[in-house]
């Protein structure tokens, strides 16, 4: 079956960085693009980032637009993100999701890993 295994979220100070992870399998990342989301307590998840599996096009939502960089290793089957200058409101659950060939929006993904967390705080 399809697995999305998120990992490399911890308790950080604002400034510092972490590297994310999604391990892939079941599916080849050759076809699926690869979405980051993030929830925070209290309110709805947002999208953060997004790699196509077509072209590898990315996205970032303005919040992160120049402190986090997504990138794929298709042959290990996954996906990073990494995260720098990370603020206080970064904290979140961070999920990575797929959908076949094309980053779409939030509600078509059509897989989604448990998350991890990310807690940015002096």
């Known amino acids: 079956q399809v697995q999305l295994v998120e990992s490399g979220g911890g308790l950080v100070q604002p400034g510092s960085s972490l590297r994310l992870s999604c391990v892939v399998s079941?599916?080849?990342?050759?076809?699926?693009?690869i979405g980051w989301f993030r929830q925070a307590p209290g309110k709805e998840r947002e999208a953060v980032s997004c790699i196509s599996a077509t072209d590898g096009s990315t996205y970032y939502t303005n919040a992160v637009e120049g402190r986090f960089t997504i990138s794929r290793d298709n042959a290990k089957n996954t996906v990073y993100l990494e995260m720098n200058r990370l603020k206080p409101e970064d904290t979140a659950v961070y999920y990575c999701?797929?959908?076949?060939?094309?980053?779409?929006?939030?509600?078509?993904?059509?897989?989604w890993g448990q998350g991890t967390q990310v807690t940015v705080s002096s």
């Open positions: 999701a797929a959908e076949q060939a094309v980053c779409v929006p939030e509600s078509f993904y059509d897989y």
């Open positions: 079941g599916l080849s990342l050759d076809y699926y693009a």
